[in-house]
């Protein structure tokens, strides 16, 4: 498992394992971040890296289980691992933010135009 993996794995981790970490702010923030991000492992993890940074307790906790994923990694057996499927890496945040977080609030959806708004 790359660097970029194991921050991944982590920040999922940390998300369901410490969800109360977490403020409404940074939910939002989260919820608004990693929905729109392409699925590349190495963006994904910057984008957790640069975020995580602004937070410092958020950043203290995550960096042991970064750790603790490469330690795992290093103590397991030497065959190699199964390949993560690329758009998995964001799916593994949002799926830990959805069983985590309450879901963000949705803005009311204007009305739905009639035929006659549309011919005037």
Do not use: C, H
Request: aromatic share 8%; hydrophobic share 35%.
């Amino acid at each position: 498992m790359l660097l970029d993996e194991q921050k991944i794995k982590a920040f999922a981790q940390l998300i369901q394992s410490q969800p109360s970490l977490f403020s409404e702010q940074q939910q939002a923030q989260l919820w608004e971040l990693f929905p729109g991000l392409p699925n590349d492992a190495n963006k994904v993890a910057n984008a957790i890296a640069e975020w995580s940074q602004d937070y410092q307790e958020v950043w203290n906790e995550l960096l042991p289980l970064i750790a603790q994923n490469s330690d795992s990694i290093t103590r397991g057996p030497l065959e190699n691992p199964e390949p993560v499927n690329p758009k998995d890496y964001k799916e593994q945040i949002v799926n830990a933010m959805r069983e985590s977080f309450p879901s963000p609030k949705q803005q009311p959806s204007p009305p739905p135009q009639s035929p006659l708004d549309s011919q005037q």
